[in-house]
């Protein structure tokens, strides 16, 4: 069954440290990928996604996610996070036949001052 | 830019009561979806629709129904509502034939 992994439920990191988010997915043909933010009390916001190409993809905010189909993986980073990083992070995997996005549990992340 | 509305931000409902939640965008977008969200378990997918007066199961259908009578609307409805159907609902359109999906804003609704 196709599925979406994000294995840390809760990240804290300092401000100006360096991010990475994981996510690892289940699904049997080339993945679309997507990762969305979501702001306290907002809704989702696309960060980047993947469809084919370059493995190494730039989005919004300074975001960047990497692409590794041995591992299964499209993993999110950010070189330094600004506290206005605070949200919850969720990565998605789009189910071609059924045209519909899975999601993963989400990644809430916490920045220190 | 793509806008989807959401009619509430936050709801207040009682056990039993019929509940409405409205969803429009306006980008004449054929696709439109009602995910609930909840902690621990991220978005999951209630119904969506391709067209007018379509209408399609998603993961967790069960509980609710949905009208789509205008290309720009689309209508959650808990007909009986019940405590576990407390939730964050967050509404979703995209144009046909692609993946990208842009959301609403979320309605919190609660249910005692």
């Known amino acids: 069954a196709q599925s979406v992994t994000q294995p840390d439920i809760h990240i804290t990191v300092s401000e100006g440290a360096s991010l990475e988010l994981r996510c690892n997915y289940s699904y049997g043909a080339t993945p679309y990928l997507f990762w969305y933010v979501q702001s306290p009390g907002q809704g989702l916001q696309l960060l980047l996604k993947?469809?084919?190409?370059?493995?190494l993809v730039q989005g919004i905010k300074g975001f960047e996610a990497e692409f590794k189909r041995s591992q299964s993986s499209f993993n999110l980073r950010k070189p330094s996070v600004h506290w206005s990083d605070a949200a919850e992070y969720f990565c998605a995997v789009f189910i071609q036949g059924a045209q519909k996005l899975v999601f993963g549990q989400g990644t809430r992340l916490t920045i220190n001052p | 830019d793509v806008k989807v509305t959401q009619s509430s931000r936050y709801l207040v409902k009682r056990t039993g009561e019929k509940v409405f939640l409205e969803c429009v965008q306006d980008?004449?977008?054929?696709?439109m979806f009602w995910y609930r969200q909840d902690p621990g378990l991220g978005l999951r997918l209630i119904y969506f629709?391709?067209?007018?007066?379509?209408?399609e199961k998603g993961d967790i259908p069960e509980g609710y129904s949905v009208s789509r009578e205008k290309k720009e609307r689309f209508s959650l409805i808990l007909e009986s509502a019940s405590t576990n159907q407390t939730s964050m609902y967050l509404c979703a359109s995209s144009m046909a034939g692609t993946n990208e999906q842009f959301f609403g804003p979320g309605t919190r609704l609660t249910v005692l």
């Open positions: 980008m004449d977008h054929e696709n």
């Open positions: 629709s391709y067209d007018v007066k379509m209408k």
């Open positions: 993947y469809f084919s190409g370059d493995t």
